[in-house]
């Protein structure tokens, strides 16, 4: 009956005068209530700080905003009510034709299309591009997005040695004036990135050096996702904390009091 109910609430607001007078701050809302979403993601809004993290990437309506890399959704399932009807998401998620991968790439995506398929009126306006480099290096058009935010994938860049070719890519499809917003486990500025990005973490200045070198400009950064509770020298990495607890229940109760990594929130702009 919940799930009626949303449903009828989605198309009301997507057909009427009223969508058009609610803020972004306001669809963000609505769509971390959905009934789309399970008790178990919704039990993280207090970790992740959606609706504060995704106004301060500043996204407004009319605009064209990609999600790299989204993994089992987690973001998607926000922003995709969020922007419907007010923008155009983009999801650039890995390409199946290419051969291998690790094999979550190929699991992950499935279980997202059986959740659009299960879903029509939070994700029918979702569009798609597949993004696997070097294979499938294109994130689209030049001068096309006018956001792309990312969500915890700056170490897999960098162990894949492939952190600045992804980040020229960014700035090849951003519009002039557009914004890129990362989200990262942040590791201690001065630490080797390529030895940190094996444990999760990176540090604030390895992220501005990468965008910098593509020519992007930092822009501003926050303490929304801050945790100074997180030490960063866990026996499984970042990986031992929630929501993964690679650990199982060995020290789950030391883990579980520290909560989800400390987090750099950043945002770059493509000036020129």
């Known amino acids: ?26 669809r963000v809302a609505l769509g971390m209530q959905g ?8 039990a993280r809004d207090a970790h992740r700080h959606p609706s504060e993290t995704l106004q301060f990437f500043g996204i407004e309506q009319g605009m064209t905003v990609m999600e790299i890399w989204p993994g089992g959704g987690w973001y998607t399932e926000i922003l995709a009510p969020a922007m419907r009807d007010y923008g155009s998401l983009i999801i650039a998620t890995w390409d199946p034709e290419i051969e291998g991968q690790p094999a979550y790439r190929y699991d992950l995506p499935k279980k997202m299309d059986q959740e659009f398929a299960d879903n029509p009126e939070v994700y029918d306006q979702v569009n ?6 070097p294979g499938s290096p294109s994130l689209g058009d030049p001068d096309s997005l006018d956001v792309i935010v990312t969500f915890r994938n700056a170490h897999g860049w960098i162990n894949s ?10 700035y090849r499809v951003l519009k002039p004036g557009g914004v890129l917003g990362i989200v990262q486990h942040r590791a201690e500025d001065g ?28 822009e501003s950064s926050s303490e929304i996702n801050a945790n100074p509770r997180d030490s960063k020298d866990h026996p499984e990495g970042v990986w031992t904390l929630p929501p993964t607890n690679q650990l199982g229940e ?19 702009r493509k000036t020129r």
């Not at 009934?35 to 919704?42: D, G, I, M």
């Not at 040695?161 to 960014?170: K, T, Y």
């Not at 390895?206 to 020519?215: C, D, E, F, P, R």
Request: no cysteine; glycine share 4%; aromatic share 12%.
């Open 35 to 42: 009934e789309h979403r399970s008790e178990q993601n919704k």
């Open 191 to 218: 630490q080797d990135p390529v030895k940190t990005a094996k444990n999760g973490y990176v540090s604030e200045a390895a992220v501005k050096k990468l965008a910098s070198n593509a020519g992007l400009e930092f």
């Open 161 to 170: 040695g492939l952190a600045q070719d992804v980040f020229n890519e960014f």
């Open 128 to 133: 798609f591009e597949y993004f696997s480099p």
């Open 1 to 26: 009956m919940k799930h009626i109910i949303f449903s009828i609430l989605m198309l009301f607001l997507s057909t009427s005068a009223a969508a058009q007078q609610l803020s972004f701050a306001e």
């Open 250 to 268: 060995k020290d789950k109760e030391k883990y579980t009091a520290i909560g989800e990594s400390d987090r750099m929130t950043l945002r770059f």
